[in-house]
């Protein structure tokens, strides 16, 4: 598994792939090899000029491919709910698009803004999504977390970080959020008899323009992982056959062991209620009776 490289993706014609925040980074990597192996891949981004300027990027260098840009702002529901209208079919969602260790903020909707972004941006995509997902014969959904989510706490009673807020600590807590739903989602899928997939992924320490690493940056930058490599534990979860629903793997598609927090199931669910509370999207396929 560790010599696994995206040359050995298979042929992926017929596939129809979305990729959350592909402008930029692990997310742009993500969409060139999934098109250059053939998917038809949308770039969803918020920024339609660096969202077209990618398409452009992509088709240069996988001459041919099937990829085009939608607008999609995961940290206002509306967008949210405007870019899945638009989609008819969907066989892989890689929820890549993340924001972090940023001043305090809020989404549109007024949910602290790495919370709302990360978690429940995804979380209502995911579930607007769900019923062309599984019109696929074999749907898979690839969220990216982060070996950070080891730091994250969920108060349930201080959602909005009013006590006390932390760059890293609601990082934390955004990429806790997407462990906890990767895994419950699978449950969900597994107990309604679905084919369905769910896998987190942890790219490592990448060399995005995700963090400002500041005057070091330049330096720091030849420790840490291209962009390229970043990519590889999503695009190993999203087309090898040996993935299974609910791993969680990481750098070199090395399979991973998360907290205790993230696969605590009671907490799960409690996520689970709380954010169809607050996005307003249900999974009615696979609501539990």
């Known amino acids: 598994m560790?010599?696994?490289?995206?040359?050995?993706?298979?042929?992926l014609t017929g596939t129809t792939a979305i990729v959350t925040g592909a402008?930029?980074?692990?997310?742009?990597?993500?969409?060139?090899?999934?098109?250059?192996?053939?998917?038809?891949?949308?770039?969803?981004?918020?920024?339609?000029?660096?969202?077209?300027?990618?398409?452009?990027?992509i088709q240069r260098v996988a001459r041919g491919a099937d990829v085009h840009y939608a607008e999609l702002d995961l940290a206002d529901l509306s967008s949210v709910r405007a870019f899945a209208a638009t989609v008819d079919r969907v066989d892989l969602l890689i929820n890549n698009a993340g924001i972090g260790m940023i001043p305090r903020g809020q989404t549109r909707d007024g949910f602290e803004l790495q919370f709302g972004t990360n978690h429940l941006g995804h979380f209502a995509l995911t579930g607007l999504l769900l019923p062309r997902l599984l019109a696929s014969s074999s749907?898979?959904?690839?969220?990216?977390?982060?070996?950070?989510?080891?730091?994250?706490?969920?108060?349930?009673?201080?959602?909005?970080?009013?006590?006390?807020?932390?760059?890293?600590?609601?990082?934390?807590?955004?990429?806790?959020?997407?462990?906890?739903?990767t895994l419950e989602l699978q449950r969900r899928a597994a107990r309604a008899g679905s084919s369905l997939v769910s896998v987190a992924t942890h790219p490592g320490a990448t060399a995005t323009n995700f963090f400002t690493l500041g005057?070091?940056?330049?330096?720091?930058?030849?420790?840490?992982?291209?962009?390229?490599d970043g990519a590889l534990p999503s695009?190993?979860?999203?087309?090898?056959?040996?993935?299974?629903g609910g791993e969680y793997l990481g750098p070199k598609a090395k399979r991973l062991t998360p907290s205790r927090t993230a696969t605590d199931e009671a907490l799960?669910?409690?996520?689970?209620?709380?954010?169809?509370?607050?996005?307003?999207?249900?999974?009615q396929e696979f609501a539990y009776n």
């Open 23 to 57: 402008n930029s980074g692990i997310g742009l990597a993500t969409a060139l090899e999934l098109a250059r192996h053939g998917a038809r891949v949308t770039v969803a981004s918020r920024d339609p000029s660096r969202g077209r300027s990618a398409v452009g990027d």
């Open 2 to 11: 560790s010599a696994w490289t995206p040359s050995d993706l298979p042929d």
């Open 139 to 181: 749907p898979r959904v690839i969220t990216v977390s982060s070996d950070a989510h080891k730091v994250g706490k969920l108060d349930f009673d201080d959602l909005g970080l009013e006590r006390g807020y932390g760059k890293m600590s609601s990082y934390g807590r955004s990429k806790l959020a997407n462990l906890l739903f």
């Open 235 to 244: 695009l190993y979860a999203a087309a090898s056959p040996d993935v299974r």
């Open 268 to 283: 799960a669910r409690r996520l689970w209620e709380v954010s169809t509370e607050l996005t307003g999207v249900r999974f």
């Open 215 to 228: 005057p070091l940056q330049p330096l720091l930058r030849l420790f840490l992982h291209s962009p390229e």
